[in-house]
């Protein structure tokens, strides 16, 4: 049976409704009785004693904001009456004790991917079309439209299919069965068959760096296309590159032997200011692409043990419900993988506010500390630099489904990354090698820290929402993951999972966690697809940490 409330942390000092819940309304929790000051909507929370302004507002067992203003017991926490506030943190001593889940049912377990001569294991086959700089994308434009049709990869185009029916009924003067008229929903599979049966597409990475920026944005541009172009889920690349910019051809080279020294996949690199005609730039790129897919579709999956898997840790479109039902399970997930030795990745730098110490303290080493803290807090200098800070990371939708305070919003999303020891921090956009969980800075921004964490080399990505977030990535398939039921009904076409069945009491942290992971191996093995792959969200955004010039 659901309950009406729950209670995280025994130093919780506010309690997280379930359900709608009207003023006036007796709730009871452990030995206490707190009767409602206010209506108190789901996913919301309301102070279980009376606060007095400047006092701390404490969630998850942490500090989460400060109350503005006094605060009756059972009165919701609005922004009206609760500030963002965060614990400080600084070194420790102190390192955690962590004790890993039984995995036993896992250790014999494998998916069938694709296993590339540095020793990673992909979860996909694709080739990669990708431009140094944005004065390349009507090219890449060009080449997109060439090959993706002729290849079978191209998804039916179901909107163009509405208006040509739309404008047969306007040539038969139908004009009032237009105002009412209704589509089908049309199957989302390819127009022709796929001409190359192992290959599971061609991508075609387009962005608008490059040039006209900071010399680190186009170093970055340079190592995230490298991380790119090393993933396990890549067989091979096409770049095309104007030539005088920025991110010169040199440089893209430089990262791709940082991260593999003895790289040997094919690589295509065509300049236009060398080339000639634009005819003849294309051209060659289209035989020699076509010549590099027939060897990507020599490879064939086999089976690899879970220990290379690469996962993404990321939540967007965050709510009430994300720190109690998805992001928990997908912690799980990653302490599973962490012992089986497999990588994950906990991302988004705003979205740690508050929970610093706890994750210094779970670092494996000093070392290791260190470089959170300063990455930590050169970050949050940028943002101060530019007027802005940590405190502004919630959205509306975040605000507005329960989320009043960043310091609350990063205290359930921290619960992704589980509570397995802390094995390496990253920088922007160095490429993840160390197994267990991996903190890497980006930022909240779903686009931009999903697209850092395929560079990093994820072949799949956990993603959860409360409101509905319709991203994917071109290159690793992302297992949308929503944290409350109505939002699964409401928008299937984008859910892949529904972890609504814990906030309604019928499911446990620990029996989502396992389908998770069962979801994760048919997909990694590509025997199901994610609704981002079906409907084509290629969703592809660097990060840009400098000012244009």
């Known amino acids: 049976m659901q309950n009406s409330v729950l209670k995280i942390d025994p130093k919780d000092n506010v309690l997280i409704a379930l359900t709608e819940l009207r003023k006036g309304e007796r709730i009871t929790y452990s030995d206490h009785v707190c009767t409602l000051a206010s209506d108190v909507p789901a996913k919301h929370k309301f102070a279980t004693q009376d606060l007095s302004a400047g006092d701390d507002v404490v969630m998850y067992g942490v500090l989460v904001g400060k109350a503005r203003q006094r605060i009756q017991a059972g ?23 962590w004790s ?16 590339r001569p540095d020793g990673q294991v992909g979860t996909r086959n694709y080739w990669l079309v ?12 060009v080449l997109k439209q060439a090959f993706q049709e002729e ?41 022709r068959p796929k001409v190359l049966e192992n290959v599971d597409g061609i991508k075609f990475l387009m962005h608008e760096g490059g040039c006209g920026g900071t010399r680190e944005d186009a170093n970055n541009l340079c190592g995230l296309l490298a991380g790119y172009i090393h993933h396990p889920n890549v067989a091979g690349t096409t770049v095309l590159s104007l030539g005088c910019q920025n991110s010169q051809v040199s440089i893209l080279r430089e990262q791709i032997a940082r991260r593999d020294p003895h790289f040997s996949k094919p690589l295509f690199v065509f300049e236009q200011q ?18 590099g897919l027939m060897e990507a579709n020599r490879s064939q999956r086999a089976p690899a043990s879970l220990s290379h898997l690469c996962v993404g840790l990321k939540c967007g479109g965050s709510d009430g419900f994300s720190g109690i039902s998805a992001n928990p399970a997908v912690g799980r997930v990653s302490d599973t993988l962490a012992a089986l030795g497999a990588r994950s990745m906990l991302s988004e730098f705003p979205e740690l506010c508050g929970v610093e110490q706890e994750l210094i303290d779970r670092c494996v080493g000093k070392p290791v500390a260190d470089r959170f803290i300063q990455l930590m807090r050169d970050y949050a200098s940028r ?49 993840c090698t160390e197994p267990g969980l991996n903190l890497q800075c980006t930022p909240g921004n779903d686009v931009e820290c999903v697209t850092a964490q395929v560079g990093a080399g994820a072949n799949l990505i956990l993603f959860t929402t409360g409101l509905g977030t319709p991203t994917g990535n071109p290159v690793a398939p ?42 994760v191996i048919e997909v990694a093995s590509g025997r199901v697809r994610t609704k981002a792959e079906l409907l084509g969200q290629d969703d592809f955004i660097p990060w840009k940490r400098g000012v244009s010039l």
Request: hydrophobic residues 35%; negative net charge.
């Open 130 to 141: 990708v431009p140094l700089v944005f004065c390349e994308n009507r090219n890449i434009a």
């Open 478 to 519: 992302v297992i949308k993951i929503s944290t409350n039921s109505p939002l699964a009904q409401r928008m299937q076409d984008i859910i892949d999972i529904d972890t609504g069945v814990v906030i309604a009491g019928e499911s446990t942290i620990e029996e989502m966690g396992d389908a998770l992971l069962e979801r």
């Open 100 to 115: 890993p889940p039984d995995v036993s049912r896992w250790q014999q377990r494998t998916f069938l991917g694709y296993h």
């Open 274 to 291: 060398q080339s000639g005609s634009e005819f003849k730039m294309l051209s060659e790129a289209i035989r020699s692409t076509f010549v």
């Open 151 to 191: 290849l079978g990869f191209a998804q039916p185009n179901i909107y163009r299919q509405q208006v040509t029916e739309l404008v047969r009924l306007y040539a038969e003067g139908k004009t009032k069965t237009i105002e009412t008229h209704t589509p089908e929903l049309t199957s989302y599979s390819p127009t």
């Open 383 to 431: 943002a101060k630099a530019v007027g802005s800070g940590f405190d502004m990371n919630p959205s509306p939708g975040n605000i507005r489904d329960g989320l009043v305070t960043d310091a609350m919003k990063s205290a359930g999303a921290a619960i992704k990354g589980g509570a397995s020891p802390v094995t390496a921090v990253l920088d922007y956009p160095e490429y």
């Open 75 to 97: 009165e919701v926490l609005t922004t009206r009456n609760v500030q963002h506030e965060a614990s400080g943190y600084s070194d420790s001593s102190r390192r955690c004790e």
